[in-house]
């Protein structure tokens, strides 16, 4: 049975924030969120996570996670005293009784890494290393003649010799349950900084016969750990270019791999186009041969295959179908769905709203709570009066209805099919089909009318 242990006691003093640590996230995501997503790609029977600083903030903003146990660490003595506040919550069937050790401020650690820590194991206790050109404040990975694992020493504890070592312990460890209990309970704080060290396990396990294995990370950024803005920040490019470098090889042409941002999910077909500073959010879905211009924002978007979205648009809860036109500098509203063929053009924002196959809405203008059907033509200008001020009501306009600029549809109000609103507009009542209707005052010209002139 697997049980994974993260711990996320720590203070983060160099974050400078009221939010604990664990909680800010990487590519939009908690790094906590990224731990536990982890541990659940290993299919963990058990996952507890060490709160102590913030640790009513962390575990209100898993609440709704019912499958995580929370062990208390207060006050923080050591990433050892972190694993024995967690003893009570471990379990065992007595079938590969693991427990693997996580850090909720390493929030990278892929799940292909940590199988290839749980098959080393063989049995035994295994820990995830790597060697560091500089590996100063790292706990040294200490091997006998024949190269096997006998110690941990943290650096602060280290001889000159030892911390000549640069193969270092990345914190990550994986530990047979029954015995990891039985080595907790052994721990002391005798050291340069009295802790209670998890890493004093590993010469226990050697000293009761235990084999102890090393496996390492894949990619360098696995290990990185978060302790000021500054890591976060420079997590956050690797990550981000981790990302995609996986759509590249995935078929998606993004044009500057360093000016790219997914903080989410991206599906996307085949010849798919990402251009400069665009940043996805939630899941985006991309058919075929969609086009992203530049600096566009997409959260929880679906676009059919052949759209083309142009520079500077923001495009929210919304789906758009094929072959369809969006921006520069358009606006896509929560409930905007879009039918093939549809052109939003440049200052249209589109909420809650229905736009039919083939039909336009080019420039400048608000249509929200709105159905409207295909082969519209909105003009500029046009806006949909939905709101009351307190009570929302919808517009609804037929197949092949043309609206005259600067139009107001003062909802709830319905144009028919084919019916045609002269330009300027203010509707009231519903429109006939195939009709003009027009709300203009009467044009009219005053003779010998003379501008007022400025006494000099
Ligand atoms: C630890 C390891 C060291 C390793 C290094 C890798 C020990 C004794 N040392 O050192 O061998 O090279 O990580 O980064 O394990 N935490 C708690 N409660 C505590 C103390 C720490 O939850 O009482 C959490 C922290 O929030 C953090 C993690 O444990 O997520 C590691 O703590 P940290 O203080 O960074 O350990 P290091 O001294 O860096
Ligand atoms: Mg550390």
Redesign the pocket.
Known sequence: MLNIVI??????KRMQSNLP??LHPIAGRSMLSHVLDSARALDAANVVI?V?HGADQVKTAYAQEKDLKFAL?Q????????VQQTVGLLQEDGRDDVTVVL????PLVQPDTLRKLLLSRDGGLAVLTEFLPDPS???RIVRDAAGKVCA?V??KDATEAQRSINE????IIAAPTAALKGWLSRLDNNNA?G??????IIGMAVADGLVVNTAHPSAQFE?L?V?SRAQQAELERLWQAELARRQLEAGVTIVDPARFDLRGQLECGRDVMIDVGCIFEGKVVLADGVRIGPHCVLRNVTLGAGTHVEAYSHLEQSSVGEQARIGPYARLRPGARLGNGTHVGNFVELKNTMLGEGSKANHLAYVGDADVGARVNIGAGTITCNYDGVNKFRTVIEDDAFIGSDTQLVAPVRVGRGATLGAGTTLTADAPADQLTISRTKQITITGWKRPVKKS
Do not use: C
């Open positions: 711990l996320a006691a720590g203070l983060g640590k664990v060490v102590g660490q006050p923080q003595l050591g990433t050892g005293h972190a850090y909720g401020d390493v404040g790292y706990g941990i943290e650096h270092v312990n990345t914190g900084q802790e209670y060290y998890l890493t004093d290990t750990g302790n």
